[in-house]
């Protein structure tokens, strides 16, 4: 019950008062264990939350309304109390019998005490006040065409006629247009001649439809010149059902013209590469026919095929024509490997591959160059290496590559050491090659991985090369779905290592 000044209007006026109020009223009673009760409810307010004013008191708002609308109500009784403020509650609009609420103001009655002891609530109803709508609209109306001018965005707005009935500052600014250009006119006045058509069907549909979307197109400058934008178009519907398409312009010339360079520059590099490959496949026939020819008839004069020379000055020369005829050979071979698995052109020819069988071949083709080097080849495979599903000519090439880098960067009475292992737990298979040459900076070792790149240094490199042995031996590891990986200490040698995954690894043939 309402606790009320002595007056002279006693308290039970005061009550038929509360209760007869033509707003809702509800008093709540903080109690001391942080529960909310309400103490008294009036008759508007119960038919406001369709409860009868009995049921209502005496209950906390969790027992009269489902957990998430209790939770609101309690969290601003809550606030209440702790501010010892005035709160506002947002309520429901719409109640039975046509009465509108716009929000429950909450009013904190203190005690002797200064404590929160119950919470006067009283709702605000949804006066219509016209002044104070039309100053609301009126601010509505200026913070649009602020926001409408200061846009960043090119905006045109365009009536069911497709006439063009407002346009911002930015726009005009992008495209060299004046508002008196524009205004009153089609919009198709800014459509390319041969998009005219098509632009106007889609904006009668969208004008009758009223469906959002965004696309590109072209639209013309005052001088005439094309420019790419992307448009997202909006539905304004007025009063009387009059209907406005907002287009938002989003200008993307430059973008397309990007995209045009590169496309263009990635056609340009298509064509080259083509190119290059042509070059490749002629040359390769045009350079090994007179090589092999050189090859042949030198050993022919080496070996005295057809009798003495009877010069040792000529057999010195014979020797040089023949290794450098055979070191072009390589490079070519090199260079073409190389172009063949950049453009995807190699095919493994899998099979089952001996791997002690490969690296006997290997040391016996590159003994004599790491002899004549005085660099000692050591061969390492461990027991437990089984047969590897592989490109037998492949795995060659790649062991060979990488023991005639080793061998040609080591200094003499230095060794070369290839080694093969599982490594446990993944069954990994492990081929090492490792030299005690001259080794790689740290700063070059990503370098020499890249085709056709080098670390000469002249104090240990022996000989030219195409900077291919280490790139072309790491693709044809990873076409086998492995990897190589690289560690190199400057001047204390550098260790090659290649990992086949253990999805590659076969069991051994049984003797």
């Not at 404590?115 to 609301?136: C, K, T």
């Not at 009126?138 to 009536?159: C, E, N, P, R």
């Not at 459509?191 to 889609?202: C, F, M, N, V, Y």
Request: hydrophobic letters at 45%; aromatic letters at 6%; proline letters at 4%.
């Amino acid at each position: 019950m309402l606790v009320t000044e002595q007056t002279a209007i006693h308290d039970k006026d005061f009550r038929n008062i509360f209760l007869k109020a033509p707003i809702a009223r509800l008093v709540i009673s903080a109690e001391p264990d942080g529960r909310f009760v309400y103490a008294e409810v009036n008759i508007v307010a119960a038919s406001y939350f369709d409860l009868p004013r009995e049921k209502m008191i005496g209950k906390t708002p969790s027992e009269l309304f489902e957990r998430a609308v209790a939770e609101q109500i309690e969290q601003s009784f809550t606030s209440c109390v702790k501010t010892k403020r005035p709160v506002t509650f947002n309520a429901v609009p719409r109640v039975p019998g046509g009465i509108r609420v716009q929000a429950f103001i909450l009013n904190p009655i203190f005690d002797a005490e200064g404590r929160v002891g119950f919470i006067d609530v009283m709702a605000r109803p949804d006066v219509v006040d016209s002044v104070q709508l039309q100053r609301e609209r009126d601010d509505a109306i200026m913070l649009l065409t602020s926001l409408f001018d200061a846009s960043g965005l090119g905006i045109v707005v365009t009536d069911h006629h497709g006439r063009i009935v407002r346009v911002n500052d930015t726009f005009l600014g992008d495209y060299e247009w004046t508002r008196e250009d524009l205004l009153g006119e089609e919009f198709a006045m800014l459509i390319p001649p041969e998009d005219q058509a098509i632009s106007r069907k889609l904006h009668q549909a969208f004008i009758e439809r009223g469906r959002h979307g965004t696309r590109e197109l072209q639209i013309l400058k005052k001088d005439g010149s094309v420019a790419d934008i992307l448009v997202t178009t909006a539905l304004l519907e007025l009063s009387q059902k009059r209907r406005f398409m907002v287009s938002t312009i989003r200008d993307v010339t430059e973008r397309k013209n990007m995209v045009r360079n590169l496309r263009r520059a990635k056609e340009d590099a298509d064509s080259a590469n083509k190119a290059k490959s042509s070059f490749l496949a002629n040359m390769s026939h045009e350079l090994r026919t007179p090589l092999n020819a050189i090859i042949g008839f030198s050993e022919l004069m080496k070996n005295h095929t057809f009798g003495a020379i009877n010069n040792p000055k000529y057999e010195e020369y014979l020797s040089d024509i023949h290794f450098s005829a055979r070191h072009l050979l390589d490079i070519i071979n090199d260079v073409l490997d190389m172009s063949k698995i950049e453009a995807g052109k190699v095919n493994l020819i899998e099979s089952d591959v001996a791997l002690h069988d490969v690296l006997e071949s290997v040391m016996r083709i590159m003994g004599d160059r790491a002899q004549a080097a005085s660099v000692k080849l050591e061969f390492d495979v461990d027991a437990a290496v089984p047969h590897i599903r592989a490109d037998q000519r492949l795995l060659r090439q790649i062991l060979i590559n990488l023991v005639a880098n080793a061998v040609k960067f080591s200094p003499a009475g230095k060794s070369v050491q290839v080694m093969a292992k599982m490594l446990k737990p993944t069954n990994i298979l492990r081929i090492a090659v490792i030299d005690e040459g001259c080794g790689i900076p740290t700063d070059k070792q990503r370098l020499v991985l890249e085709p056709f790149a080098q670390v000469n240094d002249p104090k240990y490199f022996k000989g030219q090369g195409t900077g291919l042995g280490l790139p072309l031996a790491k693709a044809m590891v990873e076409l086998h779905d492995g990897r190589l990986t690289l560690e190199s200490d400057e001047g204390r040698g550098t260790r090659i290592f290649l990992d086949f995954p253990a999805d590659r690894m076969l069991v051994a043939p049984k003797n």
